[in-house]
């Protein structure tokens, strides 16, 4: 009796395991498909928008860039990890204005504040915009705010050390030469990923997208003056 209830055990013990590695393996193949990331659904309505509220929310936290562990320009290049409820983006450092200066001209990995997931109710993939900025667009420079994240010493082989989170996950980063606003007042929706993607930020009205232009213009004006 012993060795049916052990063999039994065995062998729902392997078909969980079975069954995780097949999930995980299907949604890493799903996900790193380009054609299914632009198809996610963003926002469903206009109240899944950002509204007044985060934008006040953005402005305190604009007053407060100055904590975080690593200030510094990168480029993009396009190059991005999906993983479990984040997206990891490779950058190149170009020139940084507080932090570890060994860093200039190589690649670290940031954590964006925005991931893509399934949604079992109706077998969706959806993108989910944790603030009013989008993902990174490629070929674009940032100015970057974020904080080394602690391993610990058995960390994945896998895993670099030089992995950044942004230091507020309210105004992660500020794209330099370019970045557009979407007010979403008139649009149709659901808005899918494909919807926003050109842009760095996407708000509820066109009031809240001049708000976080201007909160944006001084940001860039203190970091990177002109001339």
Known sequence: MKKIIF????????????????AHRSFTDIINSTNKTQSAIAYD????????????????TAESLDNCELIAIVDFSGERLYEHLSTKASVTVQNIL???????NTKIYLYEPCYYYFDALDNSL?????????LMNSG??????????EYSDNKPKHISNNTYIFHNENLPYVCIENGKALSAEKCNFPLLFEDIEQYEFVCENNKEAQKIKS????????YIPKG
């Open 7 to 22: 063999s039994v055990c065995s062998v729902l013990v392997a078909l969980s395991i079975l069954i995780g590695f097949l």
């Open 45 to 60: 309505s206009l109240d899944w928008v950002s509204n007044e509220y985060l934008v006040e929310e953005i402005t305190k």
């Open 98 to 104: 507080k932090g570890d200066k060994s860093l200039e």
């Open 126 to 134: 959806r993108y989910m915009p944790v603030s009013s900025f989008t």
């Open 140 to 149: 674009e420079k940032y100015l970057i705010f974020a904080d080394k994240v």
């Open 215 to 222: 909160i944006k213009m001084d940001i860039l004006n203190k």
